[in-house]
């Protein structure tokens, strides 16, 4: 499954005119495999023994590259760091206000919503976000514990 995502992802940079350095070729799949959200530190990190030369701002420029192809999307928050996101099909996200943790949802009752929307508005409608704010199992543990 994340297999044809990766293979997609380079035909559509190759369609681009992108080219696929093993950088960015570890970076998508690293987006693809690691399924939560990464800031551009957090995938630095964790290929900087494979690439000793690659910097934070090299991550960075790749992500916008992908971005601008279409293939992730920036997920900002206020200050904090953008999340990068492997863009597949549509779905939201539920976020821990206590760690940052974002979980995938899907819902595809929103396309109602969209029409519903567009209908009393008299909108075009192009797109839709939702985010859902909570507390995640772990963190609700932790407080429990600490409680305790
Ligand atoms: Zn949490
Ligand atoms: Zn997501």
Do not use: W
Not at 1 to 27: C, F, N, W, Y
Not at 106 to 127: D, I, K, M, R, W
Request: proline share 3%; with cysteine.
């Amino acid at each position: 499954m994340s297999e044809m995502h990766l293979k997609d992802a380079l035909d559509t940079l190759k369609t681009t005119g992108v080219r696929i350095t093993p950088q960015r070729h570890a970076i998508l799949e690293y987006l693809i495999e690691s399924m939560n959200h990464p800031t551009a530190d957090e995938i630095y990190k964790s290929l900087e023994g494979k690439f000793p030369n690659m910097s934070v701002a090299t991550v960075y420029n790749n992500l916008r590259v992908f971005r601008e192809a279409g293939l992730v999307k920036e997920l900002t928050y206020g200050d904090t760091a953008s999340r990068f996101d492997f863009v597949t099909n549509d779905h939201y996200h539920m976020i821990c206000q206590c760690c940052g943790k974002i979980v995938d949802f899907h819902y595809p009752g929103l396309n109602e919503v969209e029409q519903f929307a567009s209908h009393v508005t008299g909108f075009q409608v192009n797109s839709h976000r939702l985010e859902v704010y909570g507390t995640c199992p772990d963190c609700v543990d932790n407080v429990d514990r600490k409680a305790n």
